[in-house]
């Protein structure tokens, strides 16, 4: 178990991380204490990381207009910040973003892009992708699989 | 379409490239032949592939290879109102089940190609990636519904696989209901395509973690006696009372469950053992007696129509690049229909790719390269390909045994018409050449018993026959001595090299092969000669051929490379034309023929075709059902009654019955040729829908 705040050994590589996390309910009682000893609150707020995605690519960097990446990655940052309360960071909340990278794609205002991560294993042809495609697929079946269950949040960096 | 050729996914990646050369946007179809009327195809969406550098060869290549496309598959709407149409449904209502299952075995294609993922219980990803040693049991719907393939691309090699027998033995109980539904005399078209997409598809997912994937599978064995109760109702007095008889399914689970708690007994303590499934009750059985289930829904059709998908994806835990081949994803979706079909946008490009038909072949080592049925339309290096030096896989394409009958309309090297350089008399003179007059069937079935048994006697040739006397056997004797097709040795028939190829081609109803095998005989080759150099719209004088007339007519009507219409002589039909220019020529000929009420006699309409244009009904008949499904054209038919009124307009075609040839006799104006199991006495064609 990863506690919030945890910091991934590669998290300066990703472009973007997504956790999934649900609220967690400790066998027994636990206290937090600030260095005074000022307890910082009781259990009901503690939070289990579940799942834990990191992406590499720049996910817009495929989207060749401005106002699109502007409003694609405000659709997909702005409602999981960790600042926001786990209970205003529902899984369902992707949705908008999720419909607009799916009129984005179909419309073909996307464009492949060459993958940072196998640039430079082949200079003829570099690894290349379709970054707002495969994030899009990879938040759907996250969806998919955790929309219905309770207690559970994303945070996206 | 090319002869059909056997290629690896690697070598299919080069034609693939040289079809994208054409144009980087395909349209993607897949078939089952017999579940679908009129040779109907399924479309599933558009598919482009995202090159490096645009018609860059290489880049294509490597576009194919990687997995470099996008595919925007067709939503579920679109893809049940076509099947509706391919498999004749009459009452869409009452066949909603079916449908929904048959659109959910699509979907289910898509997850075991990896363009989509399983959708699991939250419980079970929470666990995912596996951190320690795991053994995965999977059950039937594992297998079928791409649970297994997910476990095996990104769980392994934490996650070691158990496949327990019984999942075998439920895949072939599949595959078998499949070929007893498809030799059936009353074809149930949805069950068929049901059982087709779960059978084949189940037994491919099997095989390619055995074969390919660098995933160890483990079995188990059977578990005392009780695959019989299993699979037949067990009628003792004793499990009647527990009622256990009646619930075979769940009996099956049951074996599932236990080959999962004899692992989790014989394993270290500490090592999980979990049981993949997207079954309800098996998931809930394996709860209740402390084994974990990998549970993931029943994949459904909305988790993969209507969606866009890549080759390129992002691993679901690591994050790093996924390329998925666009071989790998064509030959999952031939293996589970039986054939797909990428079509060039501007549908002048066609590759074709199948694991199943009539007369495709199947041998072990198929499996072992992994190899299927490939032809193709007007791309470049469908056979070359095999003989690529720089090809890595080093498999050598192989021609099939037997050659299909092909349904496109294509000009091929092997269809083009006879040529004879300087020909120029329409007269059939036979001045130099023996006329011989054996009934054409009964010839057929000598030549195919003299390949079946190698020699003949007298005795024998006279019973294939039926001739009262030794007397009869004349006309054939000399036919095929005089093409040097066999030769007689102490009174026996012996075959010469040359019976071996003409029995192949009535064999697999090879029209074009069965022509080039009859050129050896002189008197059929001086006619195709002087078919061939007829201009089109004119009848070859029969003055000479008299007392062969109806011989010959036959051969000329069975080879394709003629017609008899009544009253008028034998005319020239050499021209396949693209079905484009096919649907062009239909519609004129229909409005030439169309008196003002919007229909004409199917008959006129063809016998029009051989006599104006020089179009062979079989080929007409086939251009016309492939320009239709195409969308080139709609063509309707009317007339439930069959006409006999024009009896005499008759046209001999090769086929088989109980695998002898057979010449059968079509009634051109009956209305029982043009459409299988549809009356067609009378036709309209219009053009495309707008």
């Known amino acids: 178990m990863r506690l919030f705040g945890e910091t991934m050994a590669n998290e300066n590589l990703a472009k973007l991380r997504i956790s999934i996390w649900k609220d967690y309910y400790p066998p027994r009682s636990l206290m937090l204490h600030q260095d005074q000893g000022k307890p910082l609150g009781g259990d009901d707020n503690l939070q289990q990381e579940v799942y834990s995605w990191s992406m590499r690519e720049d996910p817009f960097g495929g989207v060749a207009d401005d106002a699109l990446r502007n409003k694609l990655r405000e659709l997909l940052i702005t409602p999981f910040e960790p600042s926001i309360p786990p209970s205003s960071r529902k899984v369902s909340r992707l949705r908008p973003f999720l419909d607009e990278a799916e009129a984005s794609i179909a419309g073909g205002l996307t464009e492949w892009t060459i993958s940072h991560e196998g640039s430079g294993e082949d200079e003829d042809f570099p690894a290349r992708l379709n970054p707002l495609l495969a994030l899009k697929l990879q938040l759907d079946w996250l969806v998919r699989c955790f929309e219905n269950q309770p207690g559970i949040s994303v945070a996206i960096r | ?690």
Not at chain 2, 373 to 395: E, F, H, R, V
Not at chain 2, 592 to 599: N, Q, R, V, W
Request: glycine share 8%; proline share 4%; hydrophobic share 40%.
């Open chain 2, 1 to 690: 379409m090319n002869a059909h050729v056997l290629k690896s996914p690697r070598e299919a990646e080069r034609v693939l490239a040289e079809l994208f050369s054409h144009g980087t946007r395909c349209e993607l179809s897949v078939r089952e032949d017999k579940a679908f009327i009129n040779d109907g195809w399924l479309k599933l969406g558009e598919l482009t592939l995202q090159p490096e550098n645009g018609k860059d060869k290489a880049a294509l290549l490597d576009g194919v290879h990687r997995g470099a496309f996008e595919w925007r598959v067709n939503a579920c709407d679109s893809v049940e109102s076509d099947l509706v149409t391919l498999l004749a449904v009459d009452d869409r209502a009452k066949s909603g089940a079916k449908l929904r299952r048959i659109i959910d075995s699509i979907a289910a294609i898509g997850v075991r190609a990896g363009l989509v993922y399983p959708q699991f219980d939250p419980h079970a990803l929470e666990m995912m990636p596996f951190r320690r040693s795991t053994t995965v049991v999977a059950d039937t719907s594992g297998a079928i519904q791409g649970g297994l393939d997910f476990v095996a691309r990104h769980l392994h090699p934490a996650a070691r696989i158990k496949v327990p027998a019984i999942v075998q033995m439920e895949i072939v109980n599949f595959a078998d209901r499949f070929l007893s539904c498809r030799r059936a005399t009353r074809t149930r078209r949805a069950d068929l395509l049901i059982d087709h997409l779960r059978s084949q598809g189940g037994q491919r997912v099997l095989l390619r973690l055995e074969l390919s994937a660098d995933t160890e599978i483990e079995r188990t064995f059977l578990l005392g006696d009780p695959l019989r109760s299993a699979f037949q109702k067990d009628y003792d007095p004793e499990l009647s009372e527990l009622n256990l008889s009646v619930e075979i399914k769940g009996y099956a689970d049951r074996l599932i469950l236990e080959a999962a708690r004899q692992h989790q007994a014989q394993a270290n303590f500490g090592h999980k053992v979990q049981l993949l499934t997207s079954d309800q009750g098996l998931a809930r059985m394996a709860l209740a007696e402390g084994i974990a289930p990998l549970y993931f829904s029943s994949v459904v059709g909305t988790d993969f129509l209507g969606k866009s998908v890549t080759g390129v994806s992002i691993s679901p835990f690591t994050g790093s690049i996924r390329e998925i081949s666009l071989t790998s994803v064509l030959w999952e979706f031939a293996t589970a229909f039986g054939s797909v079909k990428l079509a060039s946008y501007d549908h002048e490009h066609f590759l074709e790719i199948s694991a199943f038909g009539e007369a495709l072949s199947w041998s072990p080592y198929q499996s072992h390269g992994d190899l299927l049925w490939c032809s193709a339309i007007a791309i470049d290096g469908l056979l070359q390909a095999n003989s690529d030096p720089d090809d890595a896989s080093g498999d050598d394409g192989l021609q099939p045994e037997e050659r299909i009958p092909t349904d496109d309309a294509v000009v091929t090297e092997d269809a083009a018409p006879i040529q004879v350089d300087g020909a120029s008399t329409p007269v059939f003179s036979s001045s130099k050449t023996t006329i011989f007059r054996p009934n054409v069937e009964k010839l057929f079935l000598l030549i195919d018993a003299l390949d079946d048994r190698q020699k003949l006697s007298e005795d024998e040739a006279i019973k294939i026959i039926a001739a009262k006397s030794s007397g009869g056997l004349d006309e054939y004797r000399r036919f095929l001595t005089s093409g040097g097709l066999i030769r007689i040795e102490s009174g026996e028939w012996q075959p010469e090299a040359g019976i071996k190829p003409l029995s192949i081609a009535l064999r697999t109803e090879e029209p074009v092969a069965l022509r080039d095998c009859l050129l050896n005989v002189p008197s059929f080759k001086m006619l195709a000669d002087n078919l061939a150099a007829l201009p089109i719209g004119t009848p070859l004088s029969l003055s000479d051929l008299k007392r062969g007339l109806t011989t010959y007519t036959v051969l000329a009507e069975c080879t394709r490379i003629g017609v008899m219409l009544y009253e008028k002589g034998i005319f020239s039909t050499p021209c396949e034309p693209s079905p484009k220019d096919f649907a062009k020529l239909a519609q004129a000929r229909f409005k030439e023929l169309d008196k003002g009420d919007g229909l004409v006699a199917t008959g006129a309409w063809l016998e029009t075709l051989v006599e104006k244009d020089g179009i062979h009904p079989e080929t007409a008949k086939r251009l016309l059902n492939d320009a239709s499904s195409k969308g080139l054209l709609r063509r309707t038919t009317e007339g439930s009654t069959l006409e006999t009124s024009f009896d005499k307009h008759v046209l001999h075609v090769l086929r088989q019955k109980n695998g002898k040839p057979e010449i059968r006799e079509v009634h051109l104006y009956r209305g029982d040729y043009l459409i299988p199991d549809k009356s067609s006495v009378s036709l309209r064609i219009e053009g495309p829908a707008a």
